[in-house]
């Protein structure tokens, strides 16, 4: 059986980076850049300054002090939004306001607090030193530099920036469209009547969520029953989506048949166990191109199972860079005994806080693979080997579910 890390390599070898689309400025939080950002322009675009206060000449001020002030004329008063119209000769300042352009002359800003001044002249009653209070142009961003690169993904700063660079428009990897199907005859949606022996489907709902957060597009199937030709006709409607995920019907049950379909598709195997808890059951092949998962049915094996397997693809798909694809690591502490005596490796679900400086791990009591109390409030995976007992207060290796997009 492959170990996880040797099956994320063989998901992520498949894995081809989607074409580019333009989008607004306004959609383009959680979006990988397709496009190094140049500058066309520095920023700030002149020099201003960073106070309300006077502009001044540095030399006409420099032995200055609330003993000795110094007195100039005020010759200007410059807003922010306009320009200056004079020049500053010797003995002369400006009434600025933060962010207004510098007049010609000017090389230093003294802030308002630090002069006593009437309508027409301003006295400086503090020692400062050249430049003070200035925000040189390109002091942020130099026209002509690469600013972003391809490969980053936009959150707040980087939306922040790319307006002050009037991008209204930015060239952005395409989000990978993900079909997800759920199988079972045990199944029903959330809306129908549930008649003995049967079980609402979670899965597309938890899994359509995990592609929202995780950048990708769903495309939600209704439920497939457990006929193979029933799962090959949902399979072939998803033909057009950039990956297929199916719950169900992976395992060695009398009606898991999404392996004989796939096999009469032609599909290529690529590996159909993990060494995994939860998630053995967890096949992965291409149909032509097409990368298919079908991960194992119960909801949280079905919802670890795309954490290491569909979020790395996806990211991929979506020009993330190569070392950005898995999920984070991170030392930690464990918050409580924890046990694994199986023979596969333990993927459990914790609760992550950040306790003295460290991150410390409590996972839920009930971490069976039908259990989903056990992912509520988890933003974190523990790694067990088999056999390991990790006692309360214990170094733990940690995986970490980021919140959306990071
Ligand atoms: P399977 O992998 O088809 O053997 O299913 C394993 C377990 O997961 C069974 O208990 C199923 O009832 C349950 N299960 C399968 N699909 C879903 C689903 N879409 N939503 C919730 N539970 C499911
Ligand atoms: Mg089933």
């Known amino acids: 059986m492959l170990s996880l890390p040797a099956a994320q390599e063989k998901v992520l070898h498949e894995i081809r980076l989607l074409g580019a689309e333009k989008v607004a400025l306004v959609q383009v939080r959680g979006r990988v850049l397709a496009e190094d950002v140049v500058a066309e322009r520095d920023n700030p675009p002149y020099d201003n300054s960073a106070m309300d206060g006077y502009a001044i000449r540095f030399e006409d001020v420099s032995a200055a002090s609330r003993a000795a002030p110094v007195a100039l004329e005020i010759i200007e008063e410059i807003a922010a939004g306009s320009i200056s119209r004079r020049a500053l000769g010797p003995g002369q300042a400006s009434r600025i306001m933060t962010g207004a352009p510098l007049p010609e ?55 922040g920036l790319l307006a002050a660079l009037r991008r209204s428009t930015i060239t952005v990897r395409k989000r990978p469209t993900v079909g997800i199907l759920s199988t079972g005859d045990e199944l029903v949606d959330i809306d129908e009547p549930l008649a003995p022996g049967k079980i609402v489907n979670s899965n597309s709902y938890s899994l359509a969520e995990l592609c929202h957060a995780h950048g ?32 169900g019907g992976v395992s060695v049950g009398e009606y898991d048949f999404v392996k004989e379909v796939l096999e009469e598709m032609n599909a290529r195997f690529r590996f159909w166990r993990v060494a995994m808890k939860p998630g053995k059951p967890l096949l992965f092949c291409t149909l032509g191109d097409q990368p298919y998962f079908g991960l194992p049915g119960n909801p949280v094996s079905s919802m670890m199972s795309f954490l290491q397997f569909v979020r790395p693809a996806i990211r991929k798909a979506s020009g993330f860079p190569a070392n950005d694809l898995l999920l984070p690591r991170s030392a930690g502490v464990a918050g409580n005994r924890m046990v ?6 333990n993927y459990l679900r914790a609760r992550l806080e950040l306790v003295d400086g460290r991150l410390r791990a409590t996972t839920r009591p009930g971490q069976g693979s039908h259990m989903l109390t056990s992912m509520l409030g988890a933003n974190g995976v523990v790694q067990l080997d088999p056999g390991q007992v990790i006692e309360e207060g214990d170094a733990v290796e940690l995986q970490i579910i980021p919140p959306f997009y990071t």
């Open 340 to 345: 694994n005596d199986g023979d596969r490796p």
């Open 216 to 247: 990708a597009v769903p495309l939600i199937h209704p439920i497939v029953r457990d006929s193979k030709a029933q799962i090959r006709r949902a399979i072939e409607d998803m033909s057009d989506a950039d990956f297929i995920l199916s719950s």
């Open 105 to 159: 002359g000017a090389d230093t800003v003294v802030p308002i607090e630090d002069v006593r001044a009437t309508s027409t002249r301003v006295e400086i009653l503090a020692s400062i030193e050249k430049g003070d209070h200035v925000r040189p142009r390109g002091d942020d961003i130099e026209a002509g530099a690469i600013v972003l690169t391809a490969g980053t993904c936009c959150d707040v700063g980087e939306i």
